[in-house]
């Protein structure tokens, strides 16, 4: 009877198992071509960074030079920040979209910069287990704050949303910042290659920053309070995934 059951389970799951390999062979190769042929400058882009991502991976492999402790405690701590903002911010970029969604003005431009910030996590989910990197524990609570920051926001408005997108991204840009400082004494070729990536994705945020800005992040509502808040949100946020 239980044998039975199991077997009849074990054919279902398999099948299933079947189903899906086929599905993810067969439709995800149709969507990625179908998205590069309307953008073709984000397959250069994503090309780029994947190859880094995989130089990254095969050096960090070969490397007889390894990293002392201190500076694998750093490596370790920078890359857990960064995938954990990557997550809050397209969590951010999600809860935008699903407030203004419909408008056809800024709806555009925020799917342009959440298709940004997935191929900044792509590329910090590649990096992080050939640096042997712990993600955070607190995964959850970002993804939730994210969405709940970036549709609150822009249920406050189009200029409120802005306003946040322009916090959000100066304090990204500043942190980038500071880890390109951090990264300059470490003399490595993994870390080369980082430095590269991290400096890319530092560029990018900072055009956000540019965009949320010409779309007048300045005329929110309560435009200092709002932007403070989220600044200082933002830090603590850094802080906190360093230790978890
Ligand atoms: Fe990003
Ligand atoms: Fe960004």
Not at 24 to 30: G, S, Y
Not at 64 to 79: E, F, R, S, W, Y
Not at 138 to 159: H, N, Q, S, V
Request: hydrophobic share 35%; charged share 25%; glycine share 6%.
């Amino acid at each position: 009877m239980y044998t039975s059951s199991y077997l009849t389970y074990s054919s279902i799951g398999s099948t299933i198992h079947r189903k899906c390999i086929i599905a993810i062979k067969h439709k995800v190769p149709l969507l990625i071509s179908s998205y590069t042929h309307k953008h073709p400058s984000y397959l250069t882009y994503s090309s780029r960074l994947i190859s880094t991502s995989k130089r990254i991976n095969s050096n960090n492999d070969q490397n007889k030079n390894p990293l002392t402790p201190k500076q694998k405690q750093l490596i370790d701590c920078m890359i857990r920040i960064d995938q954990a903002g990557e997550i809050g911010a397209n969590y951010i970029y999600k809860g935008q979209l699903a407030v203004l969604g419909s408008d056809e003005k800024i709806s555009p431009v925020i799917k342009e910069m959440w298709e940004q910030e997935k191929l900044h996590l792509k590329t910090f989910d590649e990096i992080m287990p050939r640096f042997r990197v712990r993600p955070t524990i607190l995964r959850p609570i970002w993804e939730a704050l994210g969405f709940i920051l970036g549709a609150g926001t822009a249920m406050m408005g189009k200029e409120a949303a802005m306003a946040c997108t322009e916090a959000v991204e100066t304090t990204i840009g500043e942190h980038y910042n500071d880890q390109l400082r951090d990264l300059l004494s470490i003399e490595h070729e993994d870390i080369d290659e980082l430095r590269k990536i991290i400096k890319q994705f530092r560029d990018d945020e900072l055009q956000h920053l540019d965009t949320a800005v010409d779309l007048d992040a300045k005329k929110a509502p309560f435009y200092g309070p709002l932007t403070a808040i989220i600044h200082h949100g933002c830090k603590a946020a850094i802080w906190i995934t360093g230790r978890f």
